[in-house]
């Protein structure tokens, strides 16, 4: 048999070597358009932030040690440029020619391509993406060379993880991100804190701003944005997303959708013999049945893996694993991590969810270094199913995104969380760990024993309700909801009446510092007979929801009531 491999990396790689492993008589292909066939492309932002030092650590495999370990005939600058799927053929095209090669398996794995958006200015020499290894060198050699400002366009993972090492470069840095926060599959409360990381490394955030072109200059460029500003520039880094790379297969008659290859559960296509892996296809999201492709490593490794198991042992397959998208990044002293789905994604899908938010210490709070987890966590409102999770903090982030991706991927429950048996010691978590804590204010809001009320909700709730802040004297003072009425929760038994003149019929909604004395409060006045609710994830969540805007909509009291 001979299987053909188009595009090598993650799943290409991955199938490969899973094939020789089953079949030690196969005749396995391997065509790669680049000159690398197997690099850690998820590495390339840490060569150009000087991290990695040796380019040749970025090159996992070559094709020699391809052929020695796995007998795989690998062939760089090979670019397949047509299929015939009846006839089972390729072109491929090479600088010595055009060839054909017959194939009785063909495995794609493409990839995908960094899109270009139709600017004036970006064919600038200096305006490079960040998708090779080529790329890489090629930014390092500019960084080495004296550059000292760096624009980057496009604020997601591989814009942020770029724009950090061209700081800690020494470099004047800009990010431009046309959606309204930096990282935009995380949630607003959550991306603020990321900008502000960015702040404290120097980096220039311009969000919810786009580029309209760059202007090109003998020593450096000028990147224009659309609301008429200039950032002179010595680097562009263009990272505004990417595009399957598909359109040879897609010519050849490969059912896609919006250039991506449609692939069943066991990543086979529309076309008979021919199967598709990573970047390059639809994937169905695991929570919201959402159609896109999903451009992670993981996920492509896997299937890349599972089609071998396909091609060789059909019918005892596993089927691919619908993703859930988790994903981390770096950002200064920071990670951020996400997992399952955000607010906006479930909203699209029309899937009534509850929201948590969390602030608890990555370990035990006595011994040193105890730092807060920023924790948000997403459950189906009908039964609690575990949806998305994400967290931002110094430690402790992606162990627990870990813990939840899985917990998502089991089918668990909010309320399940509660009975993890997780890792305790001192050093390394609590007793309660943030995820138990997480099943606990689930479960609480499940069986009605909290009910939430949340920071996007501010302006509605100040007109409607009363605002009873039961925090300290000192972090009232510190800023607080105008109109709030101020009453620490060590004191609200004994002063009930006072919210209840002050309420005059309405609501009351409590606020705290992270969200655990609103809650104490709030089972107080709901068992006085209050209208009550609690503010998810307190004062530090509102804070950084509103972000830039804290200083506008909170006030310091001059005269606290009642201190």
């Given amino acids: 048999m001979r299987i053909v491999i188009v595009g090598g990396v993650a799943g290409g790689m991955s199938c490969a070597a899973r094939a020789r492993r089953l079949d030690e008589s196969a005749e396995i292909i391997v065509l790669e358009r680049g000159a690398h066939v197997s690099f850690a492309n998820c590495g390339l932002p840490y060569y150009v932030g000087g991290e990695i030092a040796e380019e040749q650590s970025l090159l996992v495999q070559t094709p020699e040690t391809l052929r020695a370990a796995l007998a795989l005939d690998v062939r760089t600058g090979h670019d397949v440029v047509a299929v015939d799927t009846t006839a089972k053929t390729l072109s491929v095209r090479t600088v010595d020619g055009d060839s054909d090669l017959s194939y009785d398996a063909l495995v794609l794995s493409p990839g995908a391509s960094a899109l270009r958006p139709p600017l004036p200015g970006l064919d600038s020499p200096r305006v490079r993406t960040l998708r090779t290894v080529e790329d890489a060198i090629a930014l390092r050699g500019a960084v080495l060379g004296g550059a000292r400002r760096a624009v980057v366009l496009g604020a997601g993972f591989i814009g942020i993880e770029a724009a950090e090492a061209l700081a ?47 202007e090109h200059g003998d020593d450096s460029d000028i990147v224009v944005l659309s609301d008429g500003s ?21 010519a050849a008659g490969i059912a896609c959708e919006r250039g991506a290859i449609i692939v069943d559960e066991h990543g086979r296509t529309s076309a008979e013999s021919v199967w598709a892996a990573g970047d390059a296809t639809v994937s169905v999201d695991a929570v919201t049945g959402s159609r896109r492709p999903v451009a992670l490593a993981g996920p ?44 906006s994604s479930l909203d699209t899908a029309g899937i009534a969810h509850r929201t948590l938010h969390l602030h608890p210490n990555q370990h ?13 966590v997403q459950l189906r409102a009908s039964d609690g199913l575990l949806l998305g999770a994400q967290a931002v903090g110094t430690e ?28 305790y010691s001192p050093p390394y978590g609590q007793a309660k760990d943030p995820v138990n804590l997480a099943g606990m204010v689930g479960e609480n809001v499940l069986t009605g024993a909290l009910t939430l009320w949340y920071a996007d909700e501010l302006e509605e709730q100040q007109h409607r309700a009363l605002i009873l802040d039961v925090r300290t004297a000192a972090e009232y003072a510190t800023g607080a909801i105008p109109g709030s009425l101020h009453i620490p929760h060590t004191e609200l038994r004994e002063r009930i009446d006072e919210v209840r003149e002050a309420a005059e019929g309405r609501p009351v909604r409590v606020t705290c510092q992270s969200g655990v004395r ?38 310091a009291p001059a005269v606290l009531q009642h201190a």
Wanted: charged share 20%; hydrophobic share 50%; net charge negative.
């Fill in 168 to 214: 800690g470069q020494g470099l004047d840095v800009s990010v431009v991100e046309l959606a309204p926060h930096v990282l935009p599959p995380l949630e607003t409360e959550l991306a603020s804190l990321v900008a502000q990381e960015l702040g404290a490394l120097g980096v220039d955030v311009r969000a919810g701003i786009g580029a309209a072109s760059v």
């Fill in 230 to 250: 200039r950032i002179p520039a010595d680097i562009v880094v263009l990272s505004v997303g990417v595009r399957p790379d598909t359109a040879p297969f897609e």
């Fill in 300 to 343: 492509a490794n896997r299937a890349g893996r599972l089609i071998a198991d396909d091609i060789l042992r059909p019918g005892a397959a596993r089927a691919l694993p619908q993703p859930v998208g988790t994903a981390i990044v770096r950002v200064g002293s920071l990670t951020a991590a996400l997992t399952g789905a955000n607010r």
């Fill in 364 to 376: 035990a709070g006595y011994f040193p270094g105890a730092a807060q987890i920023h924790l948000i």
């Fill in 396 to 423: 402790g982030v992606d162990k627990r995104i870990d813990v939840l991706a899985t917990a998502i991927r089991a089918g668990m429950t909010v309320d399940d969380l509660i009975d993890l048996d997780l890792a």
């Fill in 518 to 555: 609103s809650a104490i409060a709030h089972r107080v006045l709901t068992q006085a007979g209050f209208d009550s609710a609690s503010l998810s994830g307190g004062m530090l969540t509102l804070r950084a929801w509103l972000g830039e805007r804290q200083s506008e909509v909170l006030t």
